[in-house]
């Protein structure tokens, strides 16, 4: 089976999970009520590195390389392509809220609502991500298992090792 650039895709699913579980920490911790210390500070700075290059960068991958391929199969405009691109720009905006809010809490602001958004906006996050990832887990791989020869396979892993090794900022999903 020519899967080899879906497992590719697949291995950041699972380090996509691990980074959502600790936003997932940083929800409980914040719940302390008390303004964030430096151990807080660090804790979110690194989920939001982790973020930006494993989400965020996984996002190009499919955006830059799987989508296009698929086009030949899928229509663009329309049914999961459509639908998966949304959720890209979805999580890509919630991410930069999360970033926003955090920020405040970072630098000391710890009042009741601005607490209370970080909160909602880091859970969205967290079921957006759970929820887009299922999706293609189940649903998208599966399905472009089939269309995919050894050679097309092999050619879009190594899109996706370049694109992930030229280190091209990932924050500008859109």
């Not at 609502?113 to 909602?120: C, Q």
């Not at 995919?148 to 990932?170: F, T, V, W």
Request: a negative charge; glycine letters at 4%; one cysteine or more.
């Amino acid at each position: 089976m020519a899967d080899r650039c879906l497992q590719h895709l697949l291995r950041d699913h699972r380090e996509a999970e691990k980074v959502v579980a600790e936003i997932e920490s940083l929800v409980e911790v914040q719940r302390s009520d008390r303004p964030w210390d430096a151990a807080r500070r660090e804790s979110f700075a690194q989920v939001v590195r982790f973020y930006e290059e494993v989400v965020l960068g996984h996002i190009q991958k499919e955006e830059k390389v799987l989508f296009p391929a698929l086009e030949n199969f899928l229509p663009h405009d329309m049914g999961p392509l459509a639908v998966l691109r949304g959720e890209h720009r979805e999580i890509a905006s919630l991410f930069r809220r999360l970033c926003e809010v955090g920020g405040m809490l970072a630098v000391g602001r710890s009042d009741a609502p601005l607490v209370e958004e970080f909160e909602r906006v880091a859970r969205s996050t967290i079921q957006m991500t759970r929820d887009h990832i299922y999706k293609e887990d189940r649903v998208l791989f599966p399905m472009v298992a089939r269309f995919l020869s050894i050679e097309r396979d092999q050619h879009l892993l190594g899109e996706m090792e370049a694109l992930a090794a030229s280190k091209e900022p990932a924050q500008k999903v859109r």
